[in-house]
């Protein structure tokens, strides 16, 4: 098993920057893909970026150019750098590991909210 800590989340002006983070332990060896998703009030819960173990990184086209996303060399530790937030980006934010078996593993979720 994966288990997973989010930390970062908080209330930030528009044009405001925030750096999610989460730590992975337990089964880390397992680990492929890390990655963050969102989900606003209302909506589904949709991807932000992810990143595998090999380094590729794949975006949401609404963060291309804002957010970034990135692991330490260890692979247990995934962060977010978000840019220019929005007031759009308005969301609890969730880890997600995915296991070369294909499992998945969520974390509790952080909450951005982007408001002036």
């Known amino acids: 098993q994966v288990q997973l800590v989010e930390s970062g989340g908080g209330l930030v002006q528009p044009g405001g920057s925030l750096r999610l983070s989460c730590a992975a332990s337990?089964?880390?060896?397992?680990?492929?893909?890390m990655g963050w998703y969102r989900q606003a009030p209302g909506k589904e819960r949709e991807l932000v970026a992810a990143i595998t173990s090999g380094g590729s990184k794949n975006y949401a086209d609404s963060v291309k150019g804002r957010f970034t996303i990135s692991r330490d060399n260890a692979k247990t530790t995934v962060s977010l750098q978000m840019n220019s937030l929005k007031p759009e980006d308005t969301a609890v934010y969730y880890c997600k590991t995915t296991g070369y078996s294909g499992m998945d593993y969520w974390g509790k979720g952080t909450l951005v909210t982007v408001s002036s």
């Open positions: 337990g089964s880390i060896f397992s680990i492929n893909t």
